[in-house]
Every structure is written in structure tokens, then in C-alpha cells.
């Protein structure tokens, strides 16, 4: 009785903690380095600092500068290498693309094309209920850190009906995080099969995307969509970049795909 | 045996090459003594020998020694007279061409597949084998359960499912590379080894870093052990049913991951901690902001603690489950919030203080009895001292904003240096070594995990295999970092 009392008072004291998101914007610190924008008009003749300073070679010149979200780790490097300051970071957390070639990013002051939501067939598949089953293939747990955010109070994944679950034969698709090591190949491949089709891939973070960090390391096979040619490619449907991407930039990428935000980031049910 | 401080550099040729018997020898002394292995790692030399380095952690008296020997082909084990060697045996045989002969379990530890498991026969047992791919969102590894009924007889974990190798990135890609490598050995560590990835870089070029700098670091490490603590708190109420404390934990774990962001842009600290210092600073009026969340955070956590310590159905399932003797705690080497719930006063931030913790000293925190509810309860208590920590460390920052990040020089050739840093699992050993040239030749990275996965094994004896979800999260070990 005295415990119930207490169960009680604790429930009051703690209140209500859900994010606003998706009806209003969320808030991020000054800090937050989220989506990055890049100004090639400031370039300086033959100026390559920035990537130079890149430890994933994110950042290449084309010969304008392109910035590759796919490998990007959101580190300051390339921002306190710039002299001018033609690279920054935004606050904002939508990041998530169907291809690959749109996480690259131009300096020419084109839009990133964000992703686009799956054909009616799927969405009436999927659109009010998707079951993902996650896959660590090498992460350093980062990732898997901010899916398991998704299910806290404050973002509430349930609430889209969206869930993750314990078997594959229950999923609807596969959420891949890690650059798939060696040893986790056959693994990955079994719990892919083992999902009935038609199935979902989204690659979750760096490392899942290009490798990341690990990029190169022989015991790993770079990525879901870079494998050598002895392995099959998964094919992916969606990318998130981010290391580890916030909880609202996955979120934000799982409901482009189901078709239930509009552009601005409003939540249509 | 050469003695060192925690962050300190030394001539290799000033560690002492003993003849290998003499190497085991003085081991199994040390430790009979007291002392700990907190490393022991090959480096590949001339011909087919291997030089072993053993780093012994002298806990009482503040210090660390470092002997080696010289091996080929093979060596005398450690493990049958010392227990805590037994799986950097393994890794050392697993890396380089030496057997130690008489490991009476010398399986490969990264590379699963193709040994067999231990195994029990009999009319009424049963095996269970769990993994690589696991329920939940958690990291994969391999459990081979021998049990009678429920109840199991022995559990054996195979691990190196997550290996991607980063020891080898560490010595072989440019430093801005294996700064993020550092930062990726385990996700939910990132400050821990970043900062002992910092301490050896710096100790190997002999950079000084601020003392604002290593304020910072330290308020980061917390911020880091505050997220994960709170984190396990909800986890463990999760896992025995009482979704209250739960529900509240897991958003609180988010104020601190929150606060990291504040600092460093990133849920996880990362780009905070870079060789020579860290990339930001916190101002004033940040400082204001962080106390007055530690304030709040600190009472809603005491009222989340309160409710799952004094609910009867809680505690009866945490009290006696998963129980690791002492004995066992010591013979395995255990570290980390593990050892102290085991009694043991180990804790690297008193016993080989490092930056700010050389000033400011927190209290170690015991709890005996080894069981589930220890663990849950050193979590507890190293909570609240990491705010009071935290709150004294924000409110009197060191001055010097102006210079939070020093160059570090060129390194000299031949040089090794330990670094030891308490992470909120334990404690973190980085070791590295120069060549002719100054460059990386050896990176040796110890997780706390490596020593304590073992005692997962010993916690599930005689416990149900129902339980098994709840043991391993009072450890909520890193496969990642085990694996490397």
C-alpha cells in the first residue's frame, strides 16, 4: 500500500517528457553539429585543408568541394581547418537520403535531396506499422545507443508505430549498424534471409554506410553499400548518416521513408 | 622491475628483460603480493621473437611496474597458477606465433568458429547456445549454455564477432584517423578511451596539457559514467518488470548525454578530447546552466533510486542473483564498479589519479556481497559522488581558456607509455611504443570488459538461465571493446 503511495507520488514528480517533435521544431544546443553547409564560392584558389584534415576523406574536390554525409563523422576538423569558413554546421537534424549519391553534398548551394517516401504499394504495406530488426555488425554500440534511445519516454518510437523486434521472422526490414566485420558476415546474411519478403535495409551511421572510422581495416568489409566484390551488397532503402546520428535525425529518416512527414517536418498521420 | 606513474613515459630499454621463467615468476609473486595485471601483450621483434610486456598495477602504493621477457615458439603459461592471465594468454597466442603451454583453455578470442565448447554430458543435461545475433538492440556475441533443467552448470562466452581491428589502425593510420578510432573502440566509452588515447599520446611527446583542459576531460568522464550508470539503473529495472524506474531513468540518462552535447556537439562527447587538450571550452554561463541540471537531475534520480531500492518485488529479485565471490573477484583481477561490488577498494581515479583527479579526489565506492544488488548499488552510490564531483569541479574551474589545446611535438624513437583512465566500467589500459623513427610500433588497448566477461560466466552457476538477462546486465559489458 505505502509502495503503491510511492509509485504514485514518483509518477507525479517525474511528469510528462515526450518531445513536442514532430508538431513543433526541436531544439538543439549552439553546439550541435548537425546537417553541415557548404559554401564552395569561398573557396580559395587551391586551398585543400579541409581535406586534408578529413580522417574519413569525406571531402573531396570535383573540382568544386563535395562533401560526402555517407562518410562523415561530424568531427571539427574540417571546420577549424578552413580559413575562410566555407564549411560549417547547421542545427539541423535531417540528414536521412534513399540514394547514396544524394548524401553527397555541393558547394553550389543546391538543396540535399531528402528522402523520398517508399511506392503506394509498400506504404500501405508498412505505413502504420513497421518492425525493424537491428543488426550490430562492428558498431562500437553508438548507434545501437540511439535506437535504444528511440524507445525512451522522450522519443517514443511506439508512438508511430513503429517497433523493434527480438526475431527476424517478425521484421519487416533490417536496421544495419557497423561496418560489417568479417566476422559478422555470415550473421548479417542469415538474419536478412531469415526476414520475410518484402524487406526493408537501412543502414544506420558511418561505419554501416562507408565504413567509417574502420574504413580499410582489413577485418572489415566496408559498409552495407561497399562490400568487396565477394560479398552481396544488401540493398539498401534508406541511409542515415551521423556518428552516431541524434535519435531525431533516425526518426526523422524512418518517416520520410513511410511517407508521414511533409517536407517541413510536420507529422501527417 | 621498472616502476612508472599512471601518464608517465620511459625508455623501453629501461624495462628489464628477464629470462622467461624469471618473468613468470616475478608475475606470480607480484600478484600474490596484491598487485594486478593490468596488461600483458606481445610486440613482434627480430627473427620469430616475441618481446611479452607485463604491466603490473601496484594499487596501495600508487605505481605501476613494467617487466618483459623475450619468447619464440613456446612459453610456460601463467594461467594455472594465475588465473587473472588466463585471457591475455589466449590473445597473445591468437596474435603471435608462441604457445603458452599449460593454458588449460587455449582457444582463439576473436576468431569464432571452428574450437569446441566446453561441454557437459549426462541423461538429464541440455545445451543452449544464444547468439551471435541476440534479442534485443545490443552488440553480438556468442553464449554456450550447459544446463540441468533451469539451472545452469557453465556458461561459456565467445566473443570477436565485433573485431575490426582497431589496435592495428591505431599503430598503422595518420593521427587524425586514429584519434576517431580512439573515439570508436566503444561507443558508450568514447571519453574513456579517448583520454587514455590522449594521455599516451601525450606522455610519448611530452606535451603538457592545461589544467582547464584536464578539468574538462574529467567533468566529460563523469558526464560519461553518470549517463551509463543511470542508464544500467533503468536497464536493470526494465529487466526484472518494474517499468517506473525504468521509464524515468532511461530519460534521465538523457539529461547527461544532453550535457556532453551542450559541451562538444555530440551526444557522446565526441571531437571534445583531442592530444594536447580539448576542442571546447565551457563558459560561464554554461557552467550556471550545468549546475542548475545537475541540481535537478540529482534530486529526480534520487526519487527514481528511492522507489526501485525500497520496492520489496525489485529487491528480492536483485538480492543473490548473479553472486561472485571475492575470491573469485581477486583470482580473476576483476576492475571497475564489478570488484567494488565485490568489496574491493580498486578505483584508478584514487589509486593512479590522473589530470583533475590528482586534486580533486572522489571517494571509492564499495558495496559487498557480489550479487546483482551490489552492482546495482556501487552504481547508485557512484552516482551521487560523480554530481558532487561534477558540481565542485563546474563551479571552480581552473582558469586558462586561452590555452585548452597545446601542440604536441614529434615523438622520440623507442619510448613506452601507460596510460590508465577509470571509465565507468573500470579501468582502461592503453599502452603504446615508439620504433627507430618515433613511430607507433605497438598499441595495446585493454577494456575493462576483458577482465570481466569472465565473471559473467561464474555469476550464472547455479543461477537459472532465466536470470541470464539479468546478470548480464548488472555487468552490461562491451563487446566492441573486447573485441577491438
Redesign the interface.
Known amino acids: 500500500m505505502i ?1 503503491a503511495w ?2 504514485l507520488k ?2 507525479l ?2 511528469g510528462h ?1 515526450t518531445t513536442a517533435w514532430p508538431e513543433e521544431a526541436p531544439t ?2 549552439d ?3 548537425g546537417r553541415p553547409a557548404i559554401d564552395g564560392t569561398k573557396c580559395p584558389e587551391g586551398c585543400d585543408d579541409c581535406e586534408k ?4 576523406q569525406a571531402i573531396r574536390f570535383d573540382p568544386g568541394i563535395r562533401l560526402d554525409l555517407g562518410r562523415c ?5 574540417c571546420v ?1 581547418a578552413c580559413p575562410e569558413g566555407a564549411i560549417r ?1 547547421t542545427a539541423d537534424h535531417r540528414m536521412a537520403a534513399r540514394n547514396r549519391e544524394d548524401l553527397v553534398l555541393a558547394g553550389n548551394g543546391a538543396e540535399m535531396r531528402l528522402a523520398a517516401a517508399l511506392d503506394a504499394k509498400m506504404k500501405s504495406l508498412f505505413g502504420r506499422s513497421l518492425k525493424l530488426r ?16 528511440l ?4 522519443f517514443d518510437l511506439g508512438r508511430f508505430g513503429i517497433q ?1 523486434v ?3 521472422r517478425h521484421a519487416d526490414g533490417i536496421l544495419l549498424t ?2 560489417v ?4 558476415k555470415l ?1 548479417l546474411q ?2 536478412y534471409d531469415a526476414i520475410p519478403q518484402p524487406r526493408l535495409v537501412i543502414a544506420v551511421g558511418a ?1 554501416a554506410i562507408s565504413g ?3 574504413r580499410g ?4 568489409l566496408v559498409g552495407a553499400d561497399n562490400p568487396p566484390a565477394a560479398a552481396d551488397p544488401l540493398p539498401v532503402d534508406l541511409y542515415i548518416p551521423g ?2 546520428p ?1 535519435p531525431l535525425t533516425i526518426l526523422d529518416g524512418l518517416l520520410r521513408l513511410l511517407g508521414r512527414l511533409e517536407s517541413g517536418g510536420g507529422h501527417k498521420l | 622491475m621498472l616502476t612508472a606513474q599512471n601518464g608517465e613515459s620511459f625508455k623501453i630499454g629501461d624495462v628489464p628483460r628477464l629470462p622467461p621463467s624469471k618473468f613468470r615468476q616475478e608475475i606470480l609473486d607480484g600478484v600474490g603480493r596484491g598487485l594486478r595485471i593490468s596488461a600483458l601483450f606481445g610486440i613482434q621483434q627480430e627473427n620469430r621473437t616475441i618481446g611479452l610486456f607485463c604491466v603490473l598495477a601496484h594499487d596501495a602504493e600508487n605505481k605501476l611496474s613494467v617487466l618483459s621477457t623475450a619468447v619464440t615458439g613456446r612459453f610456460e603459461s601463467l594461467t594455472p597458477d594465475c588465473p587473472q592471465a588466463h585471457l591475455f594468454e589466449r590473445e597473445i597466442a591468437e596474435q603471435f606465433e608462441v604457445v603458452p603451454a599449460g593454458h588449460p583453455w587455449l582457444k582463439p578470442v576473436r576468431y569464432p568458429g571452428g574450437t569446441p565448447f566446453f561441454s557437459a554430458r549426462g541423461e538429464e543435461l541440455h545445451e543452449v547456445a544464444v547468439g551471435p545475433v541476440h534479442a534485443g538492440i545490443i552488440e553480438p556475441g556468442h553464449f554456450r549454455f550447459q544446463c540441468q533443467g533451469e539451472n545452469v552448470l557453465h556458461l561459456e562466452i565467445q566473443l570477436g564477432y565485433q573485431h575490426r581491428g582497431a589496435e592495428t589502425l591505431l599503430e598503422t593510420a595518420p593521427a587524425h584517423r586514429a584519434m576517431v578510432v580512439a573515439e570508436s573502440i566503444a561507443g558508450d566509452t568514447v571519453i574513456g578511451h579517448a583520454t587514455a588515447y590522449c594521455n599516451v599520446t601525450e606522455a610519448l611527446s611530452a606535451c603538457a596539457v592545461s589544467p582547464r583542459a584536464h578539468a574538462l576531460r574529467a567533468v566529460a568522464l563523469e558526464l560519461e559514467r553518470l549517463a551509463n550508470h543511470v542508464g544500467d539503473l533503468g536497464a536493470l529495472c526494465a529487466d526484472v518488470g518494474f517499468l517506473p524506474s525504468a521509464a524515468y531513468f532511461g530519460r534521465l540518462r538523457g539529461e547527461f548525454l544532453n550535457m556532453l552535447m551542450d559541451l562538444s556537439g555530440n551526444r557522446y562527447g565526441r571531437s571534445l578530447i583531442r592530444p594536447g587538450g580539448v576542442l571546447f571550452d565551457l563558459h560561464p554561463r554554461m557552467a550556471d546552466d550545468f549546475l542548475s541540471t545537475l541540481n535537478r537531475a540529482g534530486r529526480e534520480i534520487h526519487s527514481a533510486a528511492d522507489l526501485m531500492f525500497e520496492t520489496p518485488s525489485v529487491l528480492a529479485r536483485l538480492e543473490g542473483a548473479g553472486t561472485v565471490s571475492e575470491w573469485a573477484c581477486r583470482d580473476l583481477g576483476l576492475v571497475g564498479p564489478a570488484a567494488r561490488a565485490c568489496g574491493w577498494t580498486i578505483d584508478v581515479r584514487s589509486d593512479h589519479p590522473h589530470g583533475a583527479y590528482r586534486f580533486a579526489h572522489i571517494p571509492v565506492s564499495t558495496v559487498s556481497g557480489g550479487d546483482v544488488y551490489a552492482r546495482a548499488m556501487v552504481r547508485r552510490l557512484e552516482i551521487e559522488r560523480s554530481i558532487h564531483f561534477l558540481e565542485s569541479q563546474v563551479r571552480d574551474l581552473p582558469e586558462g581558456s586561452q590555452d585548452l589545446r597545446n601542440t604536441c611535438g614529434a615523438r622520440p624513437p623507442r619510448r613506452m607509455a601507460v596510460s590508465l583512465v577509470e571509465g565507468w566500467r573500470g579501468e582502461i589500459t592503453h599502452v603504446a611504443s615508439t620504433g627507430e623513427a618515433g613511430e607507433i610500433q605497438r598499441y595495446k588497448i585493454k577494456d575493462p570488459s576483458f577482465h570481466n566477461w569472465t565473471a559473467l560466466s561464474l555469476a550464472l552457476r547455479e543461477t537459472p538461465i532465466s536470470d541470464f538477462p539479468l546478470c548480464n546486465k548488472s555487468f552490461n559489458l562491451s563487446y566492441a571493446g573486447h573485441d577491438l
Open positions: 509502495n510511492n509509485v514518483t509518477r514528480r517525474q517528457r538543439f544546443p553546439r550541435f553539429r584534415s578529413c580522417p574519413t563523422l561530424f568531427c571539427a576538423e577549424n554546421y537491428q543488426v550490430a555488425a562492428g558498431d562500437c554500440s553508438g548507434c545501437a545507443l540511439e535506437l535504444q534511445a524507445n525512451n519516454v522522450v523493434f527480438a526475431s527476424p557497423g561496418p566485420t568479417k566476422n559478422m550473421a542469415k538474419t561505419c567509417g572510422p574502420f581495416s582489413p577485418a572489415v556518428c552516431p541524434h
